[in-house]
Each structure stands twice: as structure tokens, then as C-alpha cells.
């Protein structure tokens, strides 16, 4: 069964930084692609970033918002993959999600799955 | 990046009616090699993570009721959800996965 656990949430003053962790069991962790989606509160699902798996290079993308501030990493001994969120503003508060996502094809029928950890709270505020 | 849009924000029905959500996106989430929608329909309940619903835009995910329907391709999509349930009382999102992996802004529904 894939279960995907993030932690490292907490409150953080306005320019600070935070890294949290998503460690992920039940599936081949290095080949996964490894998404960050964060939600504010009362507010609706954004895609942070992502890592790709090893067989496409572990290269990351970020959206808008967070690119220069934020990075993803993966360390696959560990079968995790970190956030590091720097320069945070106030507009980061947010509740945290990982979330892999994997395109099978089985009998020649092609079916989609992800898969999502419970989330971590971000709060940024003074 | 993709932007995805829905419609309404919120919607208010009567247990026993039929919702109709739409979402539309920037550019075509038909991926040509494998004639194959992009498109996901997610729901949300309070306090809890996203849950998968459909996905290619029409395939329901194991388990989800029959009264879930999708459909639609290209830009143009639609969540059908026929016997409104008090269960179903939650924020639907659609999602692109065609490049990276962006949402809708998210769909209340709600029990009049």
C-alpha cells in the first residue's frame, strides 16, 4: 500500500525558511515523479513543484509564485523528498501536500493513479 | 503553464438533483499519440486530502458511484453528478496532468 507522510510544518516568522519532508512507502520511489500542491486556507488546490524520478533526471519545476524561494529535492536511499522554502511570506501560509501521481498500462488498458500524504500546515505570520 | 478554469464557484441543489460542474482549460489537454484527455475530477471534503474521481476525463476510478460522470476532450469538460447525495456535499476540482499538474479553482456544492 503507497503511503506518503509529510512533516516539518510549523509557524515561521516572514523571511524565514522551513523544509519539510515527504517519506513514501509502497511503490518503486526512485522512478516516481514527487509533486507539491499547496492549499490555503479556505481557499483552492496550487501546484508548487515537482521532482521528477530518476529515469528522467530528477529535474524540478516550480510554479510562479515560489520560483527562487523554493526547492525540491529527493534523497531515494531515503525514499524521501524535501521542500526547502526559504524567503516565506505570508501568502505561503498554507497546508502542504506530496503527491505522486503514475501512468500504468496493464492488458493494453492505460489507467492513472495518485496518490496523496495527509498534508503538513505552513503557517507564516509575525 | 496550463490554467484551468471552472464554472460555477458554487452551486446549491436539492438532494435528488443532478450537478453539472464545467471546467475548461488554456490549451488542448488531448494528448495526440493516445487520443487520451489529460483530465482528472477530484473531490474534496473538509479537512481531508483531494480524492481521485475520474480520470482521461471519463474513466471513474474504482469504487466511485455510477452517478459520477465525465466527459468532454480538448478544453472543454464537464463533471456530472446525477441523484444528488448528502454525501457528496464538497469541493470538486478538475486537474490537468498533460503538463505538470495544475486545478481548477475548485466548485462548492452544497445541499439546499
Known amino acids: 500500500e503507497v503511503h506518503l507522510v509529510e512533516t516539518g510544518g510549523g509557524l515561521v516568522k516572514p523571511g524565514g525558511s522551513l523544509r519539510l519532508s515527504c517519506a513514501a512507502s509502497?511503490?518503486?520511489?526512485?522512478?516516481?515523479?514527487v509533486t507539491w500542491v499547496r492549499q490555503a486556507p479556505g481557499r483552492g488546490l496550487e501546484w508548487v513543484g515537482h521532482?521528477?524520478?530518476?529515469?528522467?533526471?530528477?529535474?524540478?519545476d516550480y510554479a510562479a509564485p515560489v520560483k527562487g524561494r523554493f526547492s525540491i529535492s529527493r534523497d531515494d536511499s531515503k525514499n524521501t523528498v524535501y521542500l526547502q522554502m526559504k524567503s516565506l511570506k505570508t501568502e505561503d501560509t498554507a497546508v502542504y501536500y506530496c503527491?505522486?501521481?503514475?501512468?500504468?498500462?496493464?492488458?493494453?488498458?492505460?489507467?492513472?493513479?495518485?496518490?496523496w500524504g495527509q498534508g503538513t500546515l505552513v503557517s507564516v505570520s509575525s | 503553464d496550463i490554467v484551468m478554469t471552472q464554472s460555477p464557484d458554487s452551486l446549491a441543489l436539492s438532494l435528488g438533483e443532478r450537478a453539472t460542474i464545467n471546467c475548461k482549460s488554456s490549451?488542448?489537454?488531448?494528448?495526440?499519440?493516445?487520443?487520451?484527455?489529460?483530465l482528472a475530477w477530484y473531490q474534496q471534503k473538509a479537512g481531508q486530502p483531494p480524492n481521485l474521481l475520474i480520470y482521461?476525463?471519463?474513466t471513474r476510478v474504482s469504487g466511485v458511484p455510477d452517478r459520477f460522470s465525465g466527459n468532454g476532450s480538448g478544453t472543454d469538460f464537464t463533471l456530472t453528478i446525477n441523484s444528488l447525495q448528502a454525501e457528496d456535499v464538497a469541493v470538486y476540482y478538475c486537474?490537468?496532468?498533460?503538463?505538470?499538474?495544475?486545478f481548477g479553482q475548485g466548485t462548492k456544492l452544497e445541499i439546499k
Open positions: 503527491t505522486t501521481d503514475v501512468i500504468t498500462m496493464v492488458r493494453g488498458i492505460m489507467s492513472y493513479f495518485d496518490f
Open positions: 509502497g511503490f518503486t520511489f526512485s522512478d516516481a515523479w
Open positions: 521532482i521528477k524520478g530518476k529515469t528522467d533526471a530528477g529535474t524540478t
Open positions: 490549451q488542448s489537454v488531448l494528448y495526440g499519440s493516445n487520443n487520451k484527455n489529460y
Open positions: 482521461w476525463a471519463s
Open positions: 486537474q490537468q496532468y498533460y503538463n505538470t499538474r495544475t
